[in-house]
């Protein structure tokens, strides 16, 4: 099971849980499986994916590959259609499936549109805080932190949203709701030593734009608190069901959080700035 949990870019803790349940569940799932469409709740699992991969191949921008069927696949699905003129209703059924095998299996780009777009935006970002919507989630024991940091980022011209819902699926709704523009999620590891640095990264995508987030905070974090920070891609639900860059800190142990609570929040707010000035290769203006 914990190979599995590693594999899958969940927290490795050997329990067949919710997260690691529903994941095993998604990935018995190939695509023309099952009619794929735009459900409430949204459909999940490695067909999904394997739609977006190959939708997002070939141009057509389903979001980030994260398995999860929501508006922006629908979209992608039916502009596909669209194009191969069949039948427009965003639905993936044996003669979409079909087509878009038959379509991707000769077409396929190099690069997922999806990764285009997101360093396009980037491009067009200021290279500054000021106006920067940040969403900071912490559910319990880093509150310290949260309020200093919200404290050193608002300084900075930056708005911040604090959500503090101790579901990780409900934060990823809350920021998707604000529309904030990057989130950090906050976590304590009570008696573990050390920090963790997330980013999302699933099936055939990762984001940059989080990935270079997660290394900015990591070499602050080193150079001001710790020295034992590692940079991971994972695909925890809070990074996966978020629409914007995201990187979720795990640090610990507590007294060691608490004794250095305004250091940590001042490498964050630091690494937040030299992320605004970062293009995607990591190098400034």
Request: charged share 20%; glycine share 10%; net charge negative.
């Amino acid at each position: 099971m914990e190979s599995f949990q590693r594999q899958r870019g969940l927290r490795i803790d050997g329990v067949v849980g919710s997260s690691t349940w529903g994941t095993l569940i998604e990935a018995g799932l190939r695509l023309g499986d099952r009619l794929l469409y735009r459900a409430h709740p949204m459909l999940r699992g490695d067909d999904v994916a394997e739609l977006q991969s190959r939708l997002c191949s070939l141009g057509f921008d389903t979001g980030r590959v994260d398995g999860i069927f929501g508006d922006a696949t629908s979209q992608a699905l039916a502009e596909f259609q669209r194009n191969v003129q069949l039948p427009v209703d965003g639905t993936a059924g044996k003669a979409s499936v079909d087509e878009l095998l038959r379509v991707s299996a000769r077409h396929q780009t190099l690069a997922l549109v999806t990764n285009v777009r997101e360093a396009e935006e980037r491009r067009s970002q200021p290279p500054t805080l000021k106006g920067r919507h940040i969403g900071i989630g912490e559910s319990g024991g880093l509150g310290t932190v949260a309020g200093a940091l919200n404290r050193q980022l608002a300084a900075a011209g930056a708005r911040v949203t604090l959500l503090s819902h101790p579901d990780e699926s409900a934060q990823a709704a809350e920021a998707n709701l604000a529309d904030v523009d990057v989130y950090l999620g906050l976590r304590l590891l009570p008696v573990t030593t050390g920090c963790t640095i997330s980013y999302y990264s699933g099936y055939t995508y990762e984001s940059e734009a989080g990935k270079l987030l997660a290394h900015k905070a990591a070499i602050h974090v080193n150079q001001i608190v710790l020295e034992t920070s590692v940079v991971q891609g994972m695909s925890l639900s809070v990074l996966r069901e978020t629409r914007m860059p995201a990187i979720v800190v795990e640090v610990g142990p507590i007294d060691l959080v608490v004794e250095r609570s305004t250091q940590l929040a001042e490498a964050l707010a630091s690494a937040f700035a030299s992320w605004a000035d970062a293009r995607l290769d990591g190098s400034t203006d």
